[in-house]
């Protein structure tokens, strides 16, 4: 039993990773900590894929004409891509952040809230532009 | 031809992926329509790429393609079978029409120096539901998705002009979105780790010996609620009612009518192609998640429009509704079920694509879309209005309209399967649509105009007339469903032959 | 001219009518003209149909199929052609009329009033030459939306809410019963044509048979069925030529329509009578009939009372249809024929009243009778004719179903029609009693004293209409001859 748990520990880390990752998006207010918790999460996934390719022993995958064990490179490869996606979306998140900085003066989810309903409540009065 | 004709399936998604970066260079000058001219060529031949795919399909044979001429399952396949090649022509079909309505809704709604990066985000978008759609790679699905999701989020963002919570709108899609996506690429993960492939088909064939894996079944949950996550399976649509009402007119007309429909094909491929119905947790998942789920989302949605001020919210929340009627046929996974699905992919996207596009006419003229502010609207926008209401009878799902086949094969779905007391669950949810469409007919025909003194005019006609194409198609394929139904056949077929 | 043509033409000639309408809204006079003209164009082909139909010659016309098994489909038989009959030839009377009633009133959005009305007629014909249950439920649920714009007419709060119980009923109960009713029939049959000897024979477990015939019935909620009867009296809100045409004449007898078509081509006489499934009903149908006689008698304004007659009336005819008999059938048939003019001739002379006094409470109406004498000779003929006394034309269609029910020895209805019979004389001649004998109210307005008859375009069509009443007292074999066929 414990064997079984120390032997996959690549997988515990990477839950616990995942959940703490999914936590903080969800308990935070903050914008900004959101996309930092959405990274952890993103990365404990990476983190998954990069260990299933690994084979005990093995090496790059290098051919050198003698006869090894190779790691999985597919995996490794998908990563990649899936990193840069990463990439992509944090600094498109951090963007919008910045603009609802701008327009709202603040990045905490409970004031934003605060003065989204009261335009919600001036929208259905019919003043609105 | 015969040098291009082999490689349409690649075509379908690198013309609008290389046209997405040449769109940028018309910074250089800043000329906006040429870059609009340029979009809305693109669109059409990606709908004319889409047509010729959809019609080898279904005459000839599916088509696989071989990116990079490595062989399936080690290269990516771009697969091409009835079902997707629908999906298809309906995505590009859509940009197809509503590329002429948006120059002018583009010009009134979004910051001027942004438009050249509209249209870029845009193609991308579009490259990104097209090749989620063409392709037959599970990790290649993620990426499009991942494409189509990154430049949707900009594309809500940029209805900032017209109200800033499109900018929290567009964040908190952000979040959720990627926490969907992120999911699905777990369960792709998952099932890799078990099967060593990424290819559909493949993984379709080396999971049959596999169904009592728990591993399987995780990555299978996964996939669920990933692809929920997208397609705003209730209770997971929180993202959408503000992603529609805030994003710009055009947006919303292209995402209310494909994107939601991009996943809800995602899933079923994964339901009915990777696993099947005749795997015990499917059918679990089916019969006890998927159709209450569906059930609720038919009826919490409905009931939630009733309630709303604004058109577009309104609308909203209706989408989630009739997301659970697709979601409904596939839970009922037999025949008539899924064809109500299939037949719904299409017939929703070009109801509530015209819904969308006659707010977006009001919008235009009006500069708000709240229902207070559309008083008395029917004498002085006439067209726009009626376009409204006809679109809100198909939602309704009146005979002769599309709306009508899609609730008729439900119906005969669930009666088939030996669930009556759903078919009379189908039938007062669509009470409940008559409701909210006339909580607008009584505000646009039987109110007074609130300021008489200023007249306001019909929006123009090239507004208009991709309107009344997309409301005369409504009809159209409510009268004369043979081509439809027939291709719903044909897929559903497939996907429970398959199956079991 | 071709029969298909015809047909066709039917159905499309009063949409025309609505297009020349909508181009001439600048030109009351000339818009007017083009819905006469229509209505009377429209009348010349229906009629130009029914001697063809009478020699016995069958139109049939199939468009393409919606859903396998289902077209679009249209064929004419008796019951429809004497539907289509009443609905047009009535519709020339109506549009004379409601110039004068719209005019007279100062009414508004009248262009919108007549576009909307032109559409009602078409699906009235729609579902008068539907070909299969499908087709005919199309047009119901099209008959059901043009009209909403009529009944909210006024726009006001009470206008809306008025519509909005007509709509929500209506469409409920089409939705919700008729349309389930229908997807069963298809389920079982794989076909919705009308076929003479019905087509569930054999296809279906008598043991549920009622259920389903519960569905149709409570389905087709123009049939005003209790307790799906609320809308008809919401819908008085509407204009009175609507109130006149369309739920005495057109929408009202769409829904028993659709009943008798019911009854004889999706379930069959035989059949039904064979299996009893239609008991239930005419106990229902009976207990709508005294009940809404009884409603009728206590209501004050003029224009309910016509509207709880009417649902009493109508179930005259379901209970025709529910006798399960060829005679019953016939009955009801004629029926439809008989309350259609008699029921249009009250509610133009209601209006009548309404716009010569602006009076809708039948207590104020007293002496009216001496100031208004055309008005109320109408009114009174119209009320003998509905309570069925010689020589007026509800004499033949209540002796038809008496005798039904003494054919099926059901004696207990024989009863329960001379009692509703009784409750519309105390209810329809305690008005005209008002009108004639009793002394005009002293506490009135003093206007009373220069009332007269209303403008000539609303007292002259229900004086025809009153002819109109005797006409048929007298022709009536003729329309037994017409819809014999459908029960040999």
Known sequence: MVDALISHYNYWLIIILMMLGLYVVVSRGNLVKKIVGLNIFQTSVFLLYISLGKVSGGTAPILTGKPEAFSNPLPHVLILTAIVVGIATTALGLALVVRIRESYGTIEEDDILISERSQDASDINGSSA | MNFIMPHLPVLQVAIPLIAAPICVLFTFGGHRKLAWLFTLAVSWVCFLIAGALLSRVLLDTDISYAIGNWPPPFGIEYRVDPINAFVLLIISGISAIALPFARLSVEKEIETDRHILFYTSYLLCLTGLLGVTITGDAFNIFVFLEISSLSTYVLIATGVRQDRRALTAAYNYLILGTIGATFFVIGIGLLYMVTGTLNIADLAERLQPLSDNRVVHAGFAFIVIGMGLKLALFPMHVWLPNAYTYAPSLVTVFLAATSTKVSVYVLLRFLFTVFGPSYGFVNLTLEFVLLPLAIVAMFAGSITAIFQTNAKRLFAYSSVAQLGYMMLGVALSNIPGLMATILHIFNHALMKGALFMALGCVMYRLGTISLGSMKGLGRSMPWTMAALILGGLSLIGVPGTVGFISKWHLILGTLEAGFWPIAILIVASSLLAVIYIWKIVEVAYLENEINQEKTLNEAPISMLAPLWVLVILNFYFGIDADLTTWVARNVAETFLGGGS | ?488
């Open chain 3, 1 to 488: 001219m071709s029969n298909q043509s015809i047909l066709i033409l039917s159905i499309l000639i009063p949409l025309i009518g609505g297009i020349g309408i909508s181009l001439l809204h600048r030109a009351p006079n000339l818009r007017e003209a083009c819905t006469l003209i229509s209505s009377i164009v429209l009348a010349f082909v229906v009629y130009s149909l029914l001697p063809r139909i009478l020699s016995g010659e069958t139109v049939n016309i199939t468009f393409r199929e919606i859903l396998p098994g289902l077209a679009l489909e249209f064929n004419v038989e008796p019951l429809g052609m004497l539907f289509a009959c009443i609905a047009s030839g009535l519709w020339i009377i109506n549009s004379l009329y409601s110039i004068g009633y719209m005019r007279g009133n100062q009414e508004k959005n009248q262009t919108r009033f007549y576009i909307y009305f032109t559409i009602a007629i078409s699906s009235s014909m729609g579902i008068a030459f539907a070909g299969n249950m499908f087709t005919l439920f199309i047009f119901y649920e099209i008959l059901t939306l043009s009209t909403y714009p009529l009944v909210a007419h006024k726009q006001n709060p009470e206008a809306k809410s008025g519509a909005r119980i007509y709509l929500g009923l209506l469409i409920g109960t089409s939705v919700g019963f008729q349309l389930v009713a229908i997807i069963w029939t298809y389920l079982v049959t794989g076909t919705l044509d009308f076929t003479p000897a019905g087509i569930l024979k054999g296809k279906i477990d008598p043991t549920v048979l009622p259920i389903l015939l519960a569905l149709y019935m409570f389905g087709i909620g123009k049939a005003a069925l209790m307790p799906f009867h609320r809308w008809l009296p919401s819908a008085m809100v509407a204009p009175t030529p609507v109130s006149a045409l369309l739920h005495a004449v057109a929408v009202v007898k769409a829904g028993v329509f659709t009943v008798l078509k019911v009854v004889i081509y999706i379930f069959g006489i035989e059949f039904l009578s064979e299996t009893g499934a239609s008991t239930w009903l005419i106990w229902a149908a009976s207990f709508t009939l005294l009940a809404a006689s009884i409603v009728a008698i206590t209501k004050d304004n003029l224009k309910a009372r016509l509207a709880y007659s009417t649902i009493s009336q109508l179930s005259y005819i379901v209970l025709g249809a529910a006798l399960a008999s060829s005679i019953g059938i016939l009955g009801g048939g004629l029926h439809i024929a008989t309350h259609a003019i008699g029921k249009i001739t009250l509610f133009m002379c209601a209006g009548a009243i309404y716009v010569a006094t602006h009076k809708t409470e039948i207590s104020d109406m007293t002496g009216l009778g001496r100031k208004m004498p055309f008005t109320y000779a109408a009114f009174t003929i119209g009320s003998l004719s509905i309570i069925g006394l010689p020589p007026f034309a509800g004499t033949w269609s209540k002796w038809y179903l008496a005798l039904a029910a003494a054919d099926t020895q059901t004696w207990l209805v024989i009863g329960v029609y001379m009692l509703s019979s009784l409750l519309n004389v105390w209810y329809l001649l305690s008005i005209v009693a008002k009108g004639f004998f009793a002394p005009p109210s002293e506490k009135s307005d003093p206007s009373t004293g220069t009332i007269k008859e209303a403008p000539l375009l609303c007292v002259l069509p229900p004086c025809l209409t009153a002819v109109g009443c005797i006409a048929l007292f007298f022709f009536a074999d003729r329309v037994v001859e017409l819809l014999r066929p459908i029960v040999n």
